[in-house]
């Protein structure tokens, strides 16, 4: 059984559109999180999430917004695609932010691709 | 910011050799984790060592960190072709950190 999922695996789609990508995970996990990995590898930090607390990371355009139906799903919104915004998105999870000795459980990605 | 820088960004080697990989860090950190990444895969976590630990095993992955120097090496040793990958350190100061990743190719 996939532990962390996310759909659709690849999405191309029109600069100015909105979209959304879903990641579920069944691991039990409070923590959920969205990185971004670039054309050069870099993987940064979009958002972390549990039922208490979002943190943003600043860099991160308004135009993302994750949304949490429940504890096993963080589904990343974004408004008003932009050229830039071509990358693979990963979801991952842990069980607890911040923990001495947590790893993260990553999602296979999702290929997103601005035109 | 990034927080790990992987050194070399590339590295080609034939089966059976050994491979060594290295992180540099710029905080004092909780702990470092290596990551693997398999072309068009999610990470995959390969080992964690802890701020007060200076080496870990894993099969045929070693581990070391120094917190003076701020950094860890990972060795893979008797590499196979599987293990063509780019590998990835992470350091943890609240959120996760990753490097870009170091690509290795052992070739056949």
């Known amino acids: 059984d996939t532990a962390v999922s996310q759909t659709p695996k690849y999405l191309v789609t029109q600069m100015g559109n909105d979209k959304s990508i879903k990641c579920e995970q069944n691991?039990?996990?409070?923590?959920m999180y969205w990185y971004k990995q670039d054309s050069k590898k870099f993987l940064k930090i979009m958002f972390s999430?549990?039922?208490?607390?979002?943190?943003i990371n600043e860099t991160v355009p308004n135009r993302f917004s994750p949304k949490s139906p429940d504890k096993a799903h963080l589904n990343l919104h974004i408004n008003s695609l932009e050229l830039g915004d071509s990358a693979v998105y990963f979801c991952?999870?842990?069980?607890?932010?911040?923990?001495?000795?947590?790893?993260?459980?990553f999602g296979p990605g999702t290929r997103l691709t601005v035109l | 910011s990034q927080q790990g820088e992987e050194d070399p960004q590339a590295l080609s080697i034939q089966e059976g050799e050994n491979a060594t990989m290295n992180c540099s860090y710029k905080?004092?950190?909780?702990?470092l984790q290596w990551y693997r990444q398999n072309s068009g895969r999610g990470l995959v976590h390969l080992i964690l060592?802890?701020?007060?630990?200076r080496e870990k095993h894993s099969g045929r992955l070693r581990v070391t960190l120094d917190t003076s120097k701020k950094s860890s090496s990972l060795l893979i040793t008797a590499s196979r072709a599987a293990d063509t990958a780019s590998y990835f350190c992470?350091?943890?100061?609240?959120?996760?950190?990753f490097g870009a990743g170091t690509r290795l190719t052992v070739k056949p």
């Open positions: 992470a350091t943890r100061q609240g959120d996760m950190r």
């Open positions: 691991l039990g996990h409070d923590t």
């Open positions: 991952a999870s842990s069980h607890e932010r911040g923990a001495a000795t947590d790893t993260q459980y």
């Open positions: 999430y549990n039922n208490k607390e979002l943190i």
């Open positions: 060592i802890r701020s007060n630990e």
């Open positions: 905080t004092s950190i909780n702990n």
